[in-house]
C-alpha cells in the first residue's frame, strides 16, 4: 500500500508560479513512477506530468510543457514536486498526486494509488 500526500496548492495570480509537492510512504514507494493530474471546474480529469521511480525519464501533457516541470528527491525521500510557472486561468483546478507502474501506464490513466488532492486557484 502506498500513501499520498499532496501539499503546495492555493490563490495565484495570472503569470504567477506555484510549486505542489507529493509525499509518498509505504514500502514499495519508492518502486512506483509519479505524476500528477488535474481537474478542471465541470471537466473530467487530466494527465499532466509524470516522472519515473529512478527520476531519469519525464513526460508531459503538451499544454503545460514548457511551463511546467516535474523532479523527484533522490532515494530514500520519495517526494515529487512540480514546478508551475506563467499560470493561467485554465490551470486552474483541483490537482492530484498519482502512483503507477511506469510513466506510460500513467500517461494511459492507469493509476494505482492516488492522493487526496490540493485546490490551485489561477484568478485576478
Known amino acids: 500500500q502506498v500513501q499520498l500526500v499532496e501539499s503546495g496548492g492555493g490563490l495565484v495570480q495570472p503569470g504567477g508560479s506555484l510549486r505542489l509537492s507529493c509525499a509518498a510512504s509505504?514500502?514499495?514507494?519508492?518502486?512506483?513512477?509519479m505524476g500528477w493530474f488535474r481537474q478542471a471546474p465541470g471537466k473530467e480529469r487530466e494527465f499532466v506530468a509524470a516522472?519515473?521511480?529512478?527520476?531519469?525519464?519525464?513526460?508531459y501533457a503538451p499544454a503545460v510543457k514548457g511551463p511546467f516541470a516535474i523532479t523527484r528527491d533522490k532515494p530514500p525521500k520519495n517526494t515529487i514536486h512540480l514546478r508551475m510557472n506563467s499560470l493561467k486561468v485554465s490551470d486552474t483546478g483541483v490537482y492530484y498526486c498519482?502512483?503507477?507502474?511506469?510513466?506510460?501506464?500513467?500517461?494511459?490513466?492507469?493509476?494505482?494509488?492516488w492522493g487526496q488532492g490540493t485546490r490551485v486557484t489561477v484568478s485576478s
Open positions: 498519482a502512483a503507477g507502474a511506469s510513466v506510460p501506464m500513467l500517461t494511459a490513466g492507469r493509476v494505482d494509488y
Open positions: 516522472i519515473s521511480s529512478t527520476g531519469t525519464n519525464t513526460y
Open positions: 509505504g514500502r514499495t514507494a519508492g518502486n512506483y513512477a
